[in-house]
């Protein structure tokens, strides 16, 4: 077998690898391990600091010019 020969192959195979496990885990098989993991359920208070402490820190960074 030649090098292209190989490379080709090598290229469909791996392909064929890809496009199967993509297919399967974009169907029923994704929805069930999306069921079955955890939610992180976010604090509201995180949500509202968040904003805060980016105008903080901004106005901390503008003080130092």
């Known amino acids: 077998m030649s090098s292209s020969k190989f490379w080709v192959l090598f290229a469909l195979i791996t392909f064929l690898i890809i496009s199967k496990n993509w297919m399967r885990y974009n169907g029923k098989k994704r929805l069930i391990l999306n069921a079955k993991s955890k939610?992180?359920?976010?604090?509201?208070?995180?949500?509202?600091?968040?904003p805060l402490g980016c105008f903080v820190i901004a106005s901390i960074l503008l003080q130092v010019q």
């Open 39 to 50: 939610r992180n359920d976010t604090s509201i208070y995180l949500l509202w600091l968040f």
